[in-house]
């Protein structure tokens, strides 16, 4: 069976949690395969609202498999936290999560540091989400970092622990923050790995024996193509790869094997944290679209920056994945905006430009719009496409023919059934 990749197209929040929950109603397994809890995945389930950080978003569903891979930088608390919460809330999800034995914990040092690091850039700090994921990844990379293995051998990890806790705390002293209090520590992994060590396994192994045996996978990917260490708006990105590449190698999938790939965007753009957005509105359209589409982080609770799309950044975008098909999202908080813009060029010092430009380039890149009639319809109840307003249908055509991608769905609301697929 064909594996599915599901990436998200901007910078991040494009909507990747609703999109999952609602082509998940095929799937066998549904994979996080890099990022950390600095994801905000929302789900809406009767009229219930979900944030899943850790727990792969297809997992609302019940007889959906979940699998946190090898290249998720993980919180071993935070991830207890949402079993909880998802428990509590009547979702059995202990039963149905593996994690991969190769993904690497996230410690209390490391958002110790990340906060020291963001206080110590200059005065021009990337604005993270504060959940440690940079500083964790950078103890991958250096060969340093504790993975979720380690949690089995429990005598050998108090030796680690103390000596990364040494490690660590001169280095945040240098910084003059405050040092991790290491037995308090200890007390507190002790008391979450016990549930913890039956979810643990060798998911590389698994996940090739379920498409193997021909199972349905989807690999949901976190944060968007443009915050990608690698193909992103560097530095302000995260530290993961969040393009298909990433998705192959933080599940341990072979590339052939997927053969789908969903690129998810909003018919506008939004980005939180610092970096630059050459769409942005800062003034009351900004604001409109803001308050419209509810565009407050999940994670953090910052507001959104806010703008009109841009299509050389998804042209970028949807070209590095490789993506079969565009999910659509928040069309429905373009009704009443006015005119609708899209970034067609952009403008360097009187050249035009029509490829997404990297570095400094993008700082003074000016966008040129094309303007398309806007419309003042409440689409969210719409079921087919020829319900909706002939200027929305126009504005999603353009996007399809500039891309050359089909749309297959158009979300008209956050709810599972507000999904109009094409
Ligand atoms: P993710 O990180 O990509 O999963 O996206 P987030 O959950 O951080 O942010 C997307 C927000 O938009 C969430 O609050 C969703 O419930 C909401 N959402 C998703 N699709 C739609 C849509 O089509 N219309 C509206 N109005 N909201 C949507
Ligand atoms: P989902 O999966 C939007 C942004 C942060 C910051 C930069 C680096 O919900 O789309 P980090 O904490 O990763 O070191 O922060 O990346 N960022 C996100 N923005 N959605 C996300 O995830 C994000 N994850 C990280 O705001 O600019
Ligand atoms: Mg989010």
Request: charged share 20%.
């Amino acid at each position: 069976m064909p594996v599915t990749a599901l990436i998200g197209l901007q910078w991040g929040d494009e909507g990747k949690g609703k999109v999952v929950d609602v082509i998940c109603d095929k799937m066998d397994v549904v994979v996080r395969a890099q990022g950390g809890a600095n994801a905000g995945h929302t789900v809406i389930v009767a009229g219930r609202k979900h944030v899943l950080h850790l727990i792969p978003s297809g997992m609302l569903l019940p007889r959906v498999r979940g699998v946190i891979g090898n290249g998720v930088v993980l919180d071993p608390f935070q991830l207890v936290k949402e079993l909880d919460t998802l428990g509590a809330a009547g979702y059995a999800i202990e039963d149905r999560l593996t994690i991969s034995n190769r993904a690497h914990l996230v410690l209390p040092w490391h958002a110790a540091l990340d906060a020291a690091f963001e206080r110590h850039r200059g005065g021009s700090p990337i604005g993270t989400t504060g959940r440690g994921i940079g500083p964790a990844y950078m103890d991958k990379a250096c060969r340093e970092g504790i993975r979720v293995e380690e949690l089995r051998h429990w005598d050998r990890l108090l030796l680690r622990l103390r000596e990364q806790a040494d490690r660590k705390n001169h280095l945040l002293a240098a910084f003059s923050s405050e040092p991790v209090a290491i037995e308090a520590l200890i007390e507190r992994l002790a008391s979450v790995r016990e549930r913890l060590l039956p979810m643990i396994a060798d998911t590389v192994w698994s996940l090739n024996e379920d498409h193997m045996q021909g199972r349905q996978i989807l690999i949901e990917g976190a944060q968007g193509s443009l915050l990608d260490v690698d193909l992103g708006t560097y530095p302000y990105v995260t530290s993961s790869q969040c393009h298909l590449g990433g998705l192959l190698a933080g599940s341990g999938m072979p590339p052939q094997s997927v053969t789908r790939v969903v690129g998810v965007c909003k018919a506008y753009t939004t980005r939180v944290g610092s970096g630059p957005f050459p769409t942005e509105e800062r003034g009351d359209i900004g604001a409109a679209i803001r308050a419209k589409g509810q565009e407050f982080g999940a994670t953090t609770g910052r507001p959104r920056r806010c703008g009109w799309l841009d299509l050389l950044a998804l042209r970028y975008a949807t070209t590095l994945n490789g993506v079969t098909e565009i999910a659509l999202t928040k069309s429905d908080v373009l009704a009443g905006q006015g005119p609708i813009h899209v970034a067609t060029t952009y403008e360097i010092d009187g050249r035009e430009l029509k490829a997404f430009p990297s570095g400094s380039d993008l700082d003074v890149a000016v966008p040129r719009y094309r303007a398309f009639p806007g419309f003042d319809e409440d689409i969210s109840a719409c079921a087919t496409v020829e319900e909706l307003p002939g200027a929305l249908r126009d504005y999603v055509s353009f996007i399809e023919s500039a891309l050359k991608i089909p749309i297959a769905m158009v979300s008209t609301g956050p709810g599972r059934h507000q999904t109009i697929r094409l």
